[in-house]
């Protein structure tokens, strides 16, 4: 099992004081029903005026590139979303450039698109989100993600779903703010 083909993970992201007041660095990572890591988010690029706006608690405005990894550390997809103010889309791509498609906000949800900006489906009707319990994993508090991928979901929709779980607060807009773990409006019903 890979973490593109899991029907139900748990995406874990660090959550120590230090981390919530000047964590500038996305991560996540994802694990199965029994612990065992199925991927890792990590960003790949980073300048030090980013690093310093993210530090003000204005990551949210900030650009993001983010690889998504298999265990090996092999990639796996590429999230990428623009700076600026506003809800701006959320791009996915595969690891050779080729996009898949992106993740756009919608009033009170999410809608995914094909490469040619097509409408797929709502996130809401792909994936079932239970947001952010603290918890520890090997000692250290995290908050954890619990996600749930309707079976059968076919590609790129399922790519698609798997990259908004995986980067739910760069989606939602929120960057590296941890503090605001508010989840309301990313999925209905939640």
Same mark, same amino acid.
């Given at each position: 099992m890979n973490l593109l083909s899991a029907d139900t993970f748990v995406v874990d992201q660090p959550w120590t004081p230090m981390r919530l007041m000047l964590g500038s660095k996305y991560l996540a990572d994802a694990y199965d029903g029994h612990d065992v890591l199925l991927g890792s988010v990590r960003e790949t690029r980073r300048g030090f005026l980013t690093a310093r706006l993210r530090n003000l608690s204005l990551s949210r405005w900030t650009p993001f590139s983010l690889q998504v990894l298999s265990p090996t550390g092999q990639p796996v997809l590429v999230v990428t979303k623009s @700076? &600026? !103010?506003? =809800?701006? *889309?959320? =791009?996915?791509?595969? *690891?050779? &450039?080729q996009p898949v498609g992106s993740i756009v906000p919608q009033p009170g949800r999410? @809608? %995914? %698109?094909d490469v040619n900006g097509t $409408? %797929?489906? #709502? #996130?809401g009707d792909? !994936? $079932? %989100?239970? !947001?952010? $319990? !603290?918890? =520890?994993r090997n000692g250290k508090r995290v908050r954890r993600d619990v996600v749930q991928v309707r079976p059968g979901t076919s590609e790129p929709v399922r790519s698609l779903a798997v990259a908004a779980a995986v980067a739910f607060d760069i989606v939602r807009g929120v960057g590296t703010n941890h503090l605001s773990s508010d989840a309301s409006g990313f999925l209905p019903g939640e």
């Open positions: @700076a &600026g !103010i506003g =809800k701006r *889309p959320t =791009k996915v791509a595969w *690891p050779n &450039g999410y @809608a %995914l %698109l $409408q %797929l489906c #709502l #996130l792909v !994936i $079932q %989100l239970h !947001i952010g $319990q !603290i918890k =520890k």
